[in-house]
């Protein structure tokens, strides 16, 4: 009933930006926080960013002054601009949810399938 469906990652090089974004559907009410993950290979997965309903953000240290993320409400869309890209981002990048269904049922949680952003040297 509900979808997330996240794009925009590839091949880039050191230095360059890329711009995800993740787009949620279905039986959906209303949304709350969106977050950003990411996972490096053989490594824990970790948050990047999130942003609340008022528009709140709060980032990893990591990635502080780079990255910027950022909500389209009317969209039901989160987006994660990446700039002055590294090596270290490359990694797979999840979006993830908290929304209230339209039969008011709240859903902590939800995540996408990940899109891989890839950074060379």
């Known amino acids: 009933q509900v979808q997330l469906v996240e794009s925009g990652g590839g091949l880039v090089q050191s230095g360059g930006s890329l711009r995800l974004s993740c787009a949620a559907s279905?039986?959906?009410?209303?949304?709350?926080?969106m977050r950003w993950y990411r996972q490096a290979p053989g490594k824990e997965r970790e948050l990047v960013a999130h942003?609340?309903?008022?528009?709140?953000?709060n980032y990893a240290d990591s990635v502080k002054g780079r990255f910027t993320i950022s909500r389209d409400n009317a969209k039901n869309t989160v987006y994660l601009q990446m700039n002055s890209l590294e090596p270290a981002d490359t990694a797979v990048y999840y979006c993830?949810?908290?929304?209230?269904?339209?039969?008011?049922?709240?859903?902590?949680?939800?995540w996408g399938k990940g899109t891989l952003v890839t950074v060379s040297s």
């Open positions: 993830n949810v908290d929304l209230i269904t339209a039969m008011h049922i709240r859903v902590l949680d939800y």
């Open positions: 942003i609340t309903t008022s528009g709140n953000t």
């Open positions: 279905g039986s959906i009410f209303s949304i709350n926080t």
